[in-house]
């Protein structure tokens, strides 16, 4: 499974996948299978945009229609931080760091962080500075769907675009 979901679905739930379900509600989770060279990979996404709905991210806030959604979820954020000594396994369990790595030979870290713990972390004297990573708009990100410079959007501030529907 992707870590996508990682604070929603941690490794070891148990789920229930009703595959006759004919209606998607926003917010629902959808698991679907990405067909991989080798073994498929199991993947879940949070639906947040429904068909005919315009879908627009400005300084990490989803806007549907125009209007800001409230998260209803546990989102993480990347973070950049440098912490006294090594970090340790305990420590990156509790605040459950999520993919992430070390970025420096000075204890230097980027890790996505559930949001809910940014303020204790913030306060933590462990750090030596600890920083939500953001991007500026304009910036055109090669990651970002759809993989195209004429669309200068990132992750932090994405479109407008419109969700496709039929007819």
């Not at 950049?80 to 760091?97: G, M």
């Not at 750090?127 to 990132?154: A, G, M, Q």
């Amino acid at each position: 499974m992707n870590t996508d979901m990682y604070n929603s679905i941690v490794p070891g739930s148990k789920l229930l996948i009703n595959y006759m379900a004919r209606t998607k509600s926003r917010f629902d989770i959808f698991m679907y299978t990405i067909p991989l060279p080798g073994t498929p990979q199991l993947t879940a996404q949070r639906i947040i945009g429904m068909p005919g709905d315009t879908l627009q991210i400005k300084d990490k806030t989803v806007y549907i229609n125009g209007i800001a959604i409230t998260e209803p979820f546990d989102i993480c954020y990347n973070f950049n931080f440098q912490t006294k000594r090594k970090l340790d396994s305990s420590y990156i369990a509790l605040f459950q760091f999520v993919q992430g790595a070390s970025i420096g030979p000075d204890h230097e870290y980027c890790y996505a962080i559930p949001k809910r713990y940014e303020q204790t972390l913030n306060a933590d004297t462990a750090f030596v500075f600890f920083e939500r990573k953001s991007d500026t708009p304009l910036r055109w990100d090669s990651e970002c769907f759809p993989h195209d410079s004429i669309y200068p959007w990132n992750m932090d501030f994405y479109g407008p675009i419109r969700i496709p529907k039929r007819g």
